[in-house]
């Protein structure tokens, strides 16, 4: 009788051991461990990435998506990328004359980042000055 028993909860996925209750709980651990792996994915990562964003929870990544440059510092960005390359970030730093806020080199890093994280900014096709269009 006990038996039918044990063997319906071990098609279930709970085990019983006999000998004690701790090794039970590491079964019963592995099982839901294992359960929480099924995950199915109906929605794209990129998706659950802007969800979790705006829930205020952790990406996928772990990582923030990059600041997003005014349009100052779009042009500023890209003049130096026009002129120095996107690699070459120590001539940037020494370029006083178009980088005149003379940023460091992991700013001027995070600022090419960001440039090209939003390409549709670059051409100020998505951008949305508080001035409204002339007429």
């Given at each position: 009788?006990?038996?039918v028993?044990?063997d319906v909860n071990?098609?279930?996925g709970?085990?019983?051991?006999?000998?004690?209750?701790?090794?039970?709980?590491?079964?019963?651990?592995?099982?839901?461990?294992?359960?929480r792996?099924?995950?199915?994915d109906?929605v794209?990562?990129e998706?659950v990435?802007?969800i979790n964003?705006?829930?205020?929870?952790?990406?996928?990544?772990g990582?923030?998506?990059p600041?997003?440059?005014?349009?100052?510092?779009?042009?500023?960005?890209?003049?130096?990328?026009?002129k120095?390359?996107?690699?070459?970030?120590?001539?940037m730093v020494?370029?006083?004359?178009?980088?005149?806020?003379?940023?460091?080199?992991?700013?001027?890093?995070k600022?090419?980042?960001?440039?090209?994280a939003?390409?549709?900014?670059i051409?100020?096709?998505g951008?949305?000055?508080?001035?409204?269009?002339?007429?």
């Amino acid at each position: 009788n006990n038996r039918v028993v044990m063997d319906v909860n071990a098609d279930n996925g709970m085990d019983i051991d006999k000998d004690d209750g701790a090794s039970a709980a590491a079964s019963s651990k592995a099982t839901t461990k294992s359960k929480r792996e099924k995950k199915v994915d109906l929605v794209s990562m990129e998706v659950v990435d802007e969800i979790n964003a705006t829930l205020g929870k952790p990406r996928s990544t772990g990582r923030r998506p990059p600041k997003r440059l005014t349009t100052v510092q779009i042009k500023v960005v890209g003049r130096l990328i026009e002129k120095h390359g996107k690699d070459n970030v120590g001539a940037m730093v020494r370029d006083i004359k178009l980088n005149r806020m003379q940023h460091s080199a992991g700013v001027l890093k995070k600022m090419i980042e960001s440039y090209y994280a939003y390409p549709n900014l670059i051409d100020g096709e998505g951008r949305r000055d508080f001035h409204s269009i002339q007429k």
